[in-house]
């Protein structure tokens, strides 16, 4: 890009991040340095309020540049992205959301911990959130790296890496000294703009092809190079078995990922009640349905008006179609309107990317401090308690750790992020969802439904679907094996699949019943019978 663009755009930027800066700044001032605040926000915040954040949290730069871009250059292969992801809200609404936040305090390990036996089991669920959050958080910082790229014309392979470095700063600044309360704002306002920009470019799509949505599909086709075969099935994933087997696996992942996520499960112990929840969940699944319904359209218009050979010269994975197409509707390089129009949205995707990263961070950082930490400290007692654990000393340590762990796990996605820089956004969030749904959900769904449920069977359950799903997705074409690989110079590529969901997931649920029934534990009827009317009335919750 022109030093023309980049102005704007990095005043744009600039703007956004001070603030974001400065709502955290506010919300340091006014804290009280507790646990609840720290986590939750003090759970002060409105159904309205949380479902924006919650839109705000989920609709990451997988969504805003990565799907657009899957769409440009895939077509209908690419709406699965777009379906999984809203569907997978069903199953957080009707199965998850009230439920969660009348069992749990903080985060996931609080609901399965309050009939197990404490330590091993928030232990195992520690160690899934932080490995679920440290592959989500990978994605934004490769969408944050592809997008600086863009604006500076790749003019040096710095560029991207210093992008990323502080991109993952900020995030630990925002989290650090902000808590839940500064991230819940910076995902609201990102929301907002998101949600309006999103609308802005849509409606100026439609005016260049007249609202003919029939003429914009024909052109996309025809710019493709692949004809009809753009608007049916199987472009991507129909040319082989194993294609198809990814297919089905990518859909299984993104569909049952949701409800395993930390970062949005948190978001649910910010509000005051259960009902509070649900509605939260019913606000965000229809700003979140709106927003990938112009998804599918900016997708679409993308491959029409810019091409997916000019996609490809710019992002070999498609990461940059929406602000691609935002300069060609404003008006093409060089014109003020493309300038201003590029900026607005490259301000708005970096707007989302740390938005997102805000909050997987703050989820991550929590379960290290209130699971890992706590429980290897030695401070949890043999079964699960619903009330304050330990001092207020304690708990202001618990945070002191959270602020620590913030950082760590910012170098530690900054690393993997310059590692994995040349890989789709969406793909990686695939990934992402894939092991939420293999460690996570099972966990959750039984001991949330599962009166015979016992601690090795949640052990089991965590590790049973964490270790096949990294291993298969370390001997898959992702890492090894094909042009596209994180290391295309070396083969252990064994598995043929580039989603493990379709192995991993079933591999979860049954390890969660076999550790069950080969265990010697008596099951706590009382305390299931406790947490079954706590889930369903919210008798008793926090």
């Not at 929590?366 to 429980?375: E, F, G, I």
């Amino acid at each position: 890009m022109t030093g023309d663009h980049q102005t704007p755009a990095l005043l744009l930027f600039g703007g956004f991040v001070a603030v974001t800066l400065g709502i955290t700044t506010w919300v340091s001032r006014r804290r009280h340095g507790s646990a609840e605040e720290f986590y939750t926000g003090g759970r002060l915040f409105s159904p309205m309020e949380n479902g924006f954040a919650i839109t705000g949290d989920y609709i990451s730069a997988a969504s805003f540049l990565g799907v657009t871009g899957l769409i440009a250059l895939y077509g209908y292969d690419g709406l699965l992205y777009v379906v999984g992801f809203l569907v997978a809200w069903l199953v957080v609404l009707f199965l998850v959301a009230e439920l969660v936040r009348n069992c749990g305090r903080f985060t996931l390990a609080d609901v399965v911990a309050a009939r197990m036996s404490e330590r091993p089991v928030r232990i195992a669920a520690g160690t899934s959130s932080v490995v679920v959050s440290v592959l989500y958080l990978v994605a934004q910082m490769v969408g944050a790296g592809s997008l600086v790229a863009l604006l500076l014309g790749r003019t040096s392979g710095a560029a991207q890496a210093w992008t990323v470095i502080g991109v993952g700063a900020l995030m630990v600044i925002y989290v650090s000294l902000g808590g839940m309360r500064a991230t819940t704002w910076i995902q609201i306002v990102k929301a907002v703009l998101l949600l309006g920009g999103t609308v802005a470019l849509t409606v100026l799509l439609l005016l260049r092809f007249h609202g003919n949505l029939d003429q914009l599909l024909v052109t996309a086709a025809r710019r493709s190079g692949h004809g009809d075969a753009f608007l049916a099935p199987g472009l991507k994933y129909g040319e082989s078995w194993t294609a198809r087997l990814d297919f089905i696996s990518l859909g299984l992942a993104l569909v049952l990922g949701t409800a395993g996520l930390p970062h949005i499960l948190s978001r649910f112990y910010t509000v005051p009640t259960a009902r509070a929840a649900r509605r939260s969940a019913v606000w965000s699944i229809g700003l979140i349905g709106g927003f990938y319904l112009l998804t599918i359209v900016l997708g679409f218009g993308a491959a029409a008006v810019v091409g997916p050979a000019d996609l490809r010269g710019s992002n070999a994975a498609g990461n940059t179609a929406v602000p691609l197409l935002a300069l060609d509707l404003g008006g093409g390089a060089g014109s003020t309107g493309g300038t201003v129009l590029f900026a607005v949205v490259a301000a708005v995707a970096f707007a989302t990317i740390l938005a997102v990263v805000a909050g997987v961070t703050l989820a991550s950082s929590a379960s290290v401090a209130h699971d890992l930490y706590a429980s290897l400290r030695g401070s949890r007692g043999s079964r699960g308690s619903r009330g304050p654990r330990g001092s207020r000393g304690a708990a202001r340590g618990e945070v002191a750790v959270a602020r620590v762990a913030a950082v760590g796990i910012g170098v530690v996605a900054i690393a993997l992020g310059l590692l994995a820089r040349d890989l789709n956004v969406a793909y990686l969030v695939g990934l992402a969802f894939a092991v939420a749904a293999s460690a996570n959900l099972p966990v959750l769904m039984y001991s949330l439904f599962w009166r015979g449920f016992t601690t090795r069977g949640a052990v089991w359950a965590v590790y049973g679907g964490l270790v096949p799903a990294l291993g298969l997705v370390l001997l898959s074409p992702v890492v090894s094996g094909c042009p596209g690989s994180l290391f295309p110079g070396v083969d252990f590529q064994y598995f043929p699949l580039q989603n493990p969901g379709i192995v991993s997931i079933p591999l979860g649920f049954l390890a969660g019943w076999l550790g069950t029934v080969t265990s010697d534990e008596i099951p706590d009827e009382a305390r299931y019978a406790e947490t079954e009317v706590r889930s369903l009335t919210g008798a008793g919750a926090v």
